[in-house]
């Protein structure tokens, strides 16, 4: 199986786990929330856009609460099962689902106290690596300063351009991924002087 599926069945059996009202690392959605955006993209092509361009943003929270209202058990059939084969999502899957299940999946986990990286193969940890490295572009664009991702065997890669004082985040590509996207709940260690680290480290990595 693949990299997205798999993370996609994990997901759902961490939701299972946890529960419906459960918290996640997605501001103040729950574990439903999180399933009701995850069914709303891949199946409401006419909401979907929503999620990117601000302008169709209500049209999409109106179809994501309404998913939200949905019996528990049917939101997790749904991610569980996937995009159906009319939605492009279902031919891309690997392409746009990686990240988006491993993410979600992560959300989810360490949204609870306690929790622990996950010991991740190191081909999918190669596979991290480059999705890391695209993310980054985009999550650390407004940094005045340099970043630099390496990894623990010293392959390193700079994610992003600036003056003449550098950043040099280190971890594992699924950690370094995780902050990319935005999350701070992540096992890294930045290294620079400590105004430049401190101002990394509080961007607004959002997209």
């Known amino acids: 199986m693949t990299f997205a599926y798999d ?11 946890f529960g419906p009202d459960a918290p996640t690392l997605c501001g103040e959605w729950t574990n ?4 009701a955006h995850l069914i709303v993209r891949e199946r409401r092509l006419d909401a979907a856009p929503g999620i990117m361009i601000t302008a169709l ?4 929270e109106s179809v994501r609460k ?6 528990w058990e049917e939101l997790l059939r749904d991610v569980r099962s996937g995009p159906p084969r009319w939605s492009p999502m279902y031919w891309l899957d690997s392409q746009v689902n ?3 299940m491993f993410v979600h999946h992560e959300d989810v986990r360490r949204a609870h106290q306690h929790w622990v990286a996950r010991a991740l193969p190191q081909d999918r940890q190669a596979d991290l ?9 985009l999550g650390y664009r407004k940094s005045d300063v340099e970043v630099i991702f390496e990894l623990p065997s010293g392959e ?31 096992v890294i260690e930045a290294k620079g002087e400590l105004a430049d680290v401190q101002s990394v480290m509080g961007l607004d990595r959002g997209f």
């Open 32 to 35: 439903r929330d999180l399933a």
């Open 98 to 100: 990686t990240t988006e």
């Open 57 to 60: 943003a209500g049209h999409t």
């Open 66 to 71: 309404a998913a939200a209202s949905r019996p």
């Open 129 to 137: 690596w480059k999705y890391a490295r695209q993310v980054a572009k």
């Open 156 to 186: 390193s890669a700079v994610v992003h351009k600036a003056d003449t004082r550098t950043v040099v985040l280190q971890g594992e590509p699924a950690e370094l991924l995780l902050h990319a996207f935005g999350r701070n709940e992540v």
């Open 7 to 17: 993370e996609r069945l994990a997901l759902v059996d961490s939701m299972v786990e």
